[in-house]
């Protein structure tokens, strides 16, 4: 299943925008970092590595939302660090649903009973709750016992309330087609989450575990297994069936990382967020002063292992706008 129809109508009159007026490179979703801090620190990820003046900072409201508007990006994925710290999170939220942008803030979940008052349901709006496996595989991922009841718990309560709910999870070289059947079948079928978000482990250069990242032909096989008996069809999944499709192998892509950019407490980080090729200021900045030729597996050694959607789900997005076959597919969700 593709994203929900409203949305889908959204996106897709966004994107024959840029068609009609010949923009070629252009923001499908925004990755917004308004800080790096967190209260956990997960083997895979390197935020919290940042010096500690670093981790002390916050970005302001009108800094995050200039920020979005500049780019004219239809969709915002909030991350971190964990944006709950953020003392001022839910007035960029606020914002940027008040300019009609479908925004996801990404969290543990840890924080969500201390803060989800200040947060109202809106169809603009989802909570991304992390979800890295089930219990032990989870709280064995972020380094810390009890997290994922904590999390499933705070899931039913946003549920209760009328929120919409996704969830993103990660899978690394430990993971086998079981564990990926598994955790998807429980966040299905017993959590019920509105959709779900997955991705092969990247090497993102700052995580603490450099061991367990997953190669090319091993994220191949592991969701080929996985998706094996029309398994996928079943399961709420918040990707393009294309995207899907290359993360079993099926079709390969080229990178198209400036279709989901990142903004941090350092600008516009060249090229994705997976690297750190320098900042600039503006979106155009990044747009014409980057040389996307260079990125991408077989140009860049840094991206030999890659297949993140930040920098394939363009790439399959794209493929799906310029075939009616495709189209027609993505509404069905098949």
């Not at 009609?100 to 969290?107: A, F, G, P, Q």
């Not at 250069?205 to 450099?210: L, R, S, T």
Request: aromatic share 10%; net charge positive.
């Amino acid at each position: 299943m593709a994203v929900p129809v409203r949305q889908g109508l959204r996106i897709g009159a966004y994107l024959a925008k840029q068609r009609i007026k010949r923009v070629e490179k252009f923001p499908l979703i925004v990755e917004l970092e308004p800080l790096f801090a967190c209260n956990l620190a997960c083997e895979g990820c390197g935020k919290i590595q940042h010096p500690h003046d670093i981790l002390k900072q916050r970005m302001p409201v009108e800094q995050a939302v200039a920020a979005i508007e500049e780019s004219g990006a239809p969709m915002v994925s909030i991350a971190g660090g964990e944006p709950l710290m953020h003392p001022q999170i839910e007035v960029i939220v606020e914002e940027l649903i008040k300019r009609k942008k479908y925004v996801y803030l990404c969290t543990n979940a840890l924080l969500m009973p201390r803060k989800i008052d200040k947060f109202k349901p809106s169809h603009y709006f989802s909570w991304a709750v992390h979800i890295d496996g089930l219990e032990e595989r989870h709280d064995e991922s972020v380094a810390k016992k009890g997290v994922f009841a904590q999390a499933v718990d705070n899931i039913k309560e946003a549920q209760r309330r009328g929120f919409r709910v996704t969830t993103n999870t990660t899978f690394f070289n430990t993971d086998t087609p079981q564990t990926v059947i598994d955790v998807l079948n429980f966040l299905n079928d017993d959590l019920k989450v509105d959709q779900m978000m997955i991705s092969p482990a990247y090497a993102y250069e700052k995580a603490p575990d450099q061991e367990h990242f997953l190669g090319v032909e091993e994220t191949r096989e592991l969701f080929r297994k996985a998706f094996a008996d029309g398994r996928r069809k079943k399961w709420r999944l918040n990707h393009s069936p294309l995207f899907l499709d290359f993360l079993e192998g099926k079709v390969d892509y080229n990178c198209t990382a400036w279709g989901i950019p990142s903004y941090s407490l350092f600008g516009w980080q060249r090229p994705c967020y997976l690297m750190s090729d320098g900042y600039v200021k503006t979106y155009k900045e990044l747009i014409e002063t980057t040389d996307w030729s260079k990125y991408g597996r077989g140009k860049d050694p840094r991206c030999a292992n890659c297949m993140a959607h930040c920098g394939y789900e363009p790439s399959a997005v794209l493929a799906t706008m310029g075939s009616l076959k495709q189209s027609i597919r993505a509404m069905s969700g098949k």
